[in-house]
T-cell receptor, first 117, second 113 residues
């Protein structure tokens, strides 16, 4: 079974702090993703990474950056946390699909509930 | 533009009954994939079922089936013989070309004993 591990289940940080959310997967997946989940808005993509040292902006990248130095680890960084970044953050990984198919699902971690005060 | 629409914020179903969760999607791509995920109160997102745009048959996985109507752009999840453990949020998602997945806003399902 694929295991995606997020380092913290709950985090409380102060406004202006630099925050690191860590995610590790153990299935050698090339693709990794960071989503933010808010009630009534579903999941919104912040950043994703095709492979080591590669990153692409998602729909809501403002205020966030990412780092992928090793294949198994994908970090989300809040450069200067703000109260509107209080949310649930979900990391996911998947293997690339071949031959134009789309059947490779995302495998998610348990989420990090971040509160910025 | 909204790519995935789930119009039912909350649903109730009696234990052992079947329930249908609605999902419509918007794309002009000929190839795409549709997914359903379950999120219990513990927070983890669990992959349930997949349907490819070219699949001729509706996908089934145990008590889950996907009612895929391509012309109507709908991909409804049917859960048969509901159990108390089915109480959760359910998300519909679509993957188009590239690696992006688009998620709906979710439906909260409550199974009543």
């Amino acid at each position: 079974d694929v295991k995606v591990t997020q380092s913290s289940r709950y985090l409380v940080k102060r406004t202006g702090e630099k925050v690191f959310l860590e995610c590790v997967q153990d299935m050698d997946h090339e693709n990794m993703f960071w989503y933010r989940q808010d009630p009534g808005l579903g999941l919104r993509l912040i950043y994703f990474s095709y492979d080591v040292k590669m990153k692409e902006k998602g729909d809501i990248p403002e205020g966030y950056s990412v780092s992928r130095e090793k294949k198994e680890r994908f970090s989300l960084i809040l450069e200067s946390a703000s109260t509107n970044q209080t949310s649930m953050y979900l990391c996911a990984s998947k293997t690339p699909t071949l031959g134009g198919t789309y059947n490779s699902p995302l495998h998610f971690g348990n989420g990090t509930r971040l509160t910025v005060t | 533009a909204q790519k995935i629409t789930q119009t039912q914020p909350g649903m109730f179903v009696q234990e052992k009954e079947a329930v249908t969760l609605d999902c419509t999607y918007d794309t002009s791509d000929p190839s795409y994939g549709l997914f359903w995920y379950k999120q219990p109160s513990s927070g983890e997102m669990i992959f349930l079922i997949y349907q490819g745009s070219y699949d001729q048959q509706n996908a089934t996985e145990g008590r889950y089936s996907l009612n895929f109507q391509k012309a109507r752009k709908s991909a409804n999840l049917v859960i048969s013989a509901s159990q108390l453990g089915d109480s959760a949020m359910y998300f519909c998602a679509m993957r188009r070309t590239g690696n992006q997945f688009y998620f709906g806003t979710g439906t909260s399902l409550t199974v009543i004993p």
